[in-house]
């Protein structure tokens, strides 16, 4: 698990705001929101990223049936919060097998999104197919937002992004026959919304899709 902060576009090093820059600096990236440090999936460690978030924290809700939270984690620094977040669960495939997914919420340009779906780029807009109908619609925060199949993602995962609260949204799912379960009424609550029920999430192990 990183023990520091590192940029959320390609994991590495980052440089602190001080004498030359007054933002956090990635080497490859400029600019950054800086990723910060993983910890295993707890009801407590949830609500340390829901409360500090200017973003959405998205999660499947009610989770599908035998799902659990896996992960978490925050990119942003304490002065503006967290910028984007991704949220892991894992459950049983609905085609068989496991499956695993991670929800991101982010501002434009962090780069969290497309570091997890395995593309280039920061934004999945030039990745997103705009010259057909949305493949899937899922219900976020009460809203039917539709999403579009982003290419160019590694074979092993398929990648959805669209447009929530002003902000991106990123539905990555492994395997990619898993991704079925978009097309089944897949509702998405804002948990900066949630009320105490929070409290009972089921955790499981920490996923290594966030450590990826």
């Known amino acids: 698990m990183r023990g520091e902060p590192s940029s959320p576009k390609c994991g590495g090093r980052v440089r602190a705001p001080g004498l030359f820059a007054d933002s956090w600096q990635?080497?490859?990236h400029a600019t950054v929101h800086p990723l910060q440090p993983?910890?295993?999936?707890?009801?407590?460690?949830?609500?340390?990223?829901?409360?500090?978030?200017?973003v959405p924290v998205w999660m499947p809700w009610p989770l599908p049936v035998g799902w659990l939270f896996t992960?978490?984690?925050s990119a942003g620094d304490d002065p503006s919060g967290g910028?984007?977040?991704?949220?892991?669960?894992s459950g049983p495939g609905p085609l068989g097998g496991a499956g695993e997914m991670l929800l991101v919420a982010e501002e434009l340009g962090v780069g969290l999104g497309a570091r997890y779906a395995g593309i280039d780029g920061l934004d999945p807009g030039p990745m997103m197919c705009v010259d057909r109908p949305p493949h899937t619609k899922v219900h976020a925060a009460g809203r039917p937002t539709p999403l579009?199949?982003?290419?160019?993602a590694p074979e092993d995962r398929a990648v959805f992004a669209g447009e929530a609260r002003g902000l991106w949204l990123w539905v990555i799912v492994w395997p990619e026959q898993a991704g079925v379960l978009l097309y089944d009424e897949f509702v998405l609550t804002?948990?900066?919304d949630a009320g105490a029920e929070v409290d009972?999430?089921?955790c499981g192990a920490l996923s290594p899709r966030v450590l990826s």
């Open 38 to 54: 993983v910890v295993p999936p707890s009801v407590q460690a949830l609500a340390v990223v829901v409360n500090r978030a200017q």
């Open 83 to 89: 910028r984007a977040t991704a949220v892991a669960c």
């Open 190 to 192: 804002d948990l900066r």
């Open 26 to 28: 990635c080497g490859v």
């Open 200 to 202: 009972l999430l089921p």
């Open 71 to 73: 992960g978490v984690v």
């Open 148 to 152: 579009g199949h982003v290419s160019g």
